[in-house]
């Protein structure tokens, strides 16, 4: 049984950085796409960036050219590099594997278990 395990939020003001990670534990029998996906305060998760089984990359356009998304295959991690961080960025993240299945679907398969995000102004 594959496992997700989110780490790295924390409190910050506007203009700071944080780096999210995620480890993967269990054996993965299957191919896996991996992204991030806040939960804004009073809303359902949203991607915000994901990586599939080839590292191509994709992110919102909310966070694109702040957020770097990748993956240490090695090491069974990944990772969310949050640069120039706003208040709007506030959140719980969570990192998701979505099984690959010739494509990289919407919904994931599995989940971490969250780790906050706060930026205060």
């Known amino acids: 049984q594959v496992q997700l395990t989110d780490s790295g939020g924390g409190s910050v003001q506007t203009g700071g950085s944080l780096r999210l990670s995620c480890g993967v534990s269990g054996y993965i029998g299957r191919r896996y796409c991996m992204g991030w996906f806040p939960q804004f305060p009073g809303k359902e998760r949203e991607e915000v960036a994901r990586i599939d089984i080839n590292d191509k990359t994709t992110y919102a356009d909310s966070v694109k050219g702040r957020f770097t998304i990748t993956r240490a295959n090695a090491e069974n991690a990944l990772y969310l590099q949050m640069n120039d961080l706003k208040p709007e960025d506030t959140a719980v993240y969570y990192c998701?594997?979505?099984?690959?299945?010739?494509?990289?679907?919407?919904?994931?398969?599995?989940w971490g278990q969250g780790t906050q995000v706060t930026v205060s102004s």
């Open positions: 998701a594997a979505l099984e690959y299945l010739g494509y990289c679907p919407r919904t994931p398969d599995v």
